[in-house]
């Protein structure tokens, strides 16, 4: 058996037989290119080398993932995203210092030689025989250029890539049959525009125009002599010659690119001196990578793009083909997002609610009539840090939500009141409300088993003072719990489901609401993107649109941008203009004292109400403007913090109410995105007030009908209406302080068909 020298090399034997090994494999290849009809090489053991002919011509250039950029509705940047940070660009595009540096130290002979180098072959094949291993290559860029087209196809698949970069024969002579005929189809300049646009350059830049910028923050054509020998230099090894973790090292590769061009003669020798004599130069920008880098407050909002093209088959039947889609990358997303919106959002809630805080809140706002999501936000920032979250309050679970959403309290009566309306109950409606009550049983549902009060659960008030009979109008200002029950008792639960539905008023989770009367108190969760577009459509006199975020989308293949189709909004009748102008009538106008007076604005029709759940765990509320609708919510991401005795924004609570907190956030919020906006009225409706009440007041102006043409009918010394926004007065309402807990098992969470924690009726 032939021994090894003494230098601890191969023997002479095993030199010439490694010699002759490598030297059979050029000469196999010179064959299949001269004579490819000869079939099979036949270079190794049995099969492991598929026949030359049989390998298939049709190679074709993957698409590049490249960076996403996300635009908001007037073109400003929000956010870039990306699998692959890459801009593809065009060869006219890149120094041609750069081009000279990568062909010198990678393929030197790239314009003088085919797809193969064979000579190169021959002087690496001699080389490495004489090192008794591989100390030289001999890939030309085109062969660089298709195993790279192999590595992008493999994406981030540890296997493929595996398999895409194995050193073997049978790669080897499949790389080799592809590089012919990148080169007979594409030509040398289009070879290397493709290489420089695909090649590694460490730091998470893919392609020369990335690497420039991560490296010297400028673009690939302003790269100098220096900066493109470093650049060049790195392809081989992107972690050994990081510039930016081991400067020397980089310096001495950059060095040696330097001096290649200068043997090259593509530059003197002179010139190679000079750069050589360089500081490497560097101005690193970081990687902005994903929704975390999102501007303007922005990052939950980009994230529910993402959450919505994953999810939209129109872009892809399957998950798996929109996952493709997305990480491929190369799109422009022009979203619903207004500046001015998303601005006001995250100063408002900036002002009144701390990151610091033991509760957060969410605020969200849509246009009415089109679906468009202009703006949303929360305190808590996006991040995975002390004090941020990942988690977006504002949407439902499956589209980035943090749970089920969250109990709305008394937000949600203004559907019971519309379901009502459109039964054909007059504005006008009187109940008794008794201060307490059983849930009224049996009560109708969809099904043919009505609901019964099995456990005599009952439902009371929020205060002792609080007792009936009262009239629809006086009952939504106050928040009449039992009002609202007594109303799902007249007309059975299913034309309110009937109207949630009409609505796309859904549970967080995705579910439908229970039927159970105690949903006319709002103990199931909701999200405050439901709970905006929902009301909405009372804005927009009965049309609901559902919601959209993006505007429309482009994508870069192949050097050309290509249109994709978007989600659209669609818009129905929820309800007729009547009921729609019926409830803006109950909810508008300015709130007179107390937590109301501190949500309405002063300066344009505005509607809404506010709800405060059981143990004062969530407080919202929710309005809207003939031209735009927005939600508010305050609580506890995990539902275990009682709103009471408690500082929010640096401001003290004894007790949190609907219109206390959020009220404000909602205030200013709406007044920021509305600043410069036209300001319409409202088609208010004539809806008397109780013979009763005559000479009493209701809270509104003496007899002008109010600031948006309520229909008061009082003086100044007007009783007032809770929480919701019915109409300006001199009257004072006192805060009603709750005197009761819900029942035991009503907990969000339960089954279907509990009743679960209701409002506080405010």
Not at 461 to 489: C, D, H
Not at 649 to 678: N, S
Request: hydrophobic residues 35%; positive net charge; contains cysteine.
């Amino acid at each position: 058996m032939p021994k090894k020298r003494s230098g601890g090399g191969l023997s002479p034997t095993q030199q010439a037989a490694k010699f002759l090994g490598v030297s059979v494999l050029a000469g196999a290849v010179m064959a299949g290119i001269a004579l490819p009809a000869a079939g099979a090489l036949g270079l190794a053991a049995k099969g492991s080398v598929q026949g030359f002919d049989d390998i298939p011509d049709n190679l074709k250039s993957p698409s590049l993932s490249q960076r996403t950029t996300i635009l908001d509705s007037k073109g400003g940047q929000i956010a870039t995203v990306y699998s692959r940070d890459r801009t593809v660009i065009d060869i006219k595009n890149i120094s041609p210092y750069m081009q000279k540096a990568i062909v010198a130290i990678e393929d030197s002979r790239f314009y003088q030689h085919g797809a193969i180098d064979l000579k190169g072959i021959l002087r690496a094949v001699n080389q490495n025989a004489q090192n008794g291993g591989v100390a030289q290559g001999a890939s030309t860029l085109t062969q660089q250029l298709v195993k790279n087209y192999f590595v992008e196809e493999a994406g981030d698949d540890p296997t493929k890539v595996a398999q895409a970069t194995q050193q073997t024969i049978g790669r080897k002579i499949r790389e080799l049959k592809y590089a012919i005929q990148l080169e007979e189809k594409l030509g040398k300049k289009k070879i290397l525009e493709n290489y420089l646009n695909i090649t590694f350059f460490g730091e998470q830049a893919y392609g020369i125009e990335a690497a420039s910028q991560r490296y010297f923050s400028k673009p690939a054509k302003a790269l100098n002599l220096q900066e493109s020998a470093l650049l060049a230099g790195i392809v081989q090894s992107p972690s050994r010659y990081d510039p930016v973790n081991d400067e020397e090292e980089a310096t001495k590769r950059r060095n040696t690119v330097l001096q290649r061009m200068a043997e090259v003669h593509d530059i003197s020798q002179e010139q190679a001196d000079a750069a050589k004599a360089t500081k490497l130069g560097l101005h690193v920008s970081q990687p902005k990578n994903g929704c975390i880098t999102a501007i303007k407050g922005a990052g939950f909002f980009c994230k529910y793009v993402e959450h919505v093209f994953l999810s939209e088959p129109v872009f892809g039947k399957t998950k798996e083909e929109r996952a493709k889609v997305w990480n491929q990358g190369g799109l422009t997303i022009r979203t619903t997002l207004d500046p001015q919106s998303q601005a006001s959002i995250r100063a408002s809630l900036k002002d009144h609610v701390y990151k610091s805080d033991k509760v957060a809140a969410a605020a969200t706002l849509v246009e009415p009539g089109t679906g468009k999501i202009l703006g949303m936000g929360q305190s808590k920032p996006y991040g995975y840090g002390k004090n941020e979250t990942e988690y977006n309050y504002s949407v439902n679970y499956d589209m980035g939500g943090s749970n089920y959403g969250f109990p709305t309290g008394s937000t949600f009566k203004p559907f019971v009141a519309a379901a009502a309306l459109e039964q054909g109950r007059p504005a006008t409606q009187e109940y008794s409300s008794p201060n307490s009550m059983p849930y009224p049983s049996p009560v109708q549902t969809c099904g043919s088993k009505p609901w019964t009060n099995q456990a005599n659960e009952k439902v009371p008030n929020e205060s002792a003072s609080e007792k009936g009979p009262y009239q629809l109008k006086e009952a939504m200002a106050k928040s009449v719990n039992t009002y609202f029950v007594q109303m799902i008792s007249d007309i059975g639960l299913c034309p309110v489901m009937n109207q949630i539905d009409k609505l796309g008023v859904v549970q967080g989770n995705g579910d439908k609401l229970p039927q159970v009367p105690s949903i006319a108190l709002g103990a199931k969760g909701i999200s405050p993107l439901t709970m905006a577009t929902a009301y909405a459509a009372f804005a927009s006199r009965g049309m609901y649109c559902t919601p959209i975020a993006i505007e429309s989308i482009s994508q870069q293949i192949g050097g050309r941008d290509k249109s994709l189709d978007v989600p659209k909004s669609t818009c129905s009748r929820a309800m007729s203009e009547q009921t729609a102008d019926t409830v803006s009538t109950l909810l508008s106008g300015v709130i007179d004292s107390g937590t109301g007076q501190q949500a309405g604005l002063t300066d344009r029709a505005n509607a809404g109400k506010t709800g405060t759940t059981d143990e004062r765990k969530n407080a919202w509320f929710v309005g809207y403007t003939p031209n735009l609708s927005g939600a508010v919510w305050v609580g506890s991401a995990t539902q275990q913090v009682p709103m009471t005795s408690i500082r929010i924004g640096g401001v003290f609570h004894d007790k949190v109410y609907g219109g206390q907190v959020p009220g404000p956030i909602w205030r200013d919020l709406m007044t920021g995105a509305l600043a410069g906006k036209d300001a319409p009225s409202f088609n208010l409706v004539n809806i008397p007030d109780p013979v009763k009440d005559k000479g009493k007041g209701d809270g509104q102006d003496d007899g002008n009908n109010g600031r948006h043409g309520g229909n008061g009918n009082g003086g100044n010394g007007g009783n007032g209406n809770g929480n919701t926004i019915v109409g300006q007065t001199d009257g004072g309402v006192v805060f009603p302080t709750p005197s009761f807990s819900i029942p035991q098992g009503w907990i969000q969470g339960n089954t279907n068909s509990g009743n679960g924690n209701g409002g506080q009726g405010n």
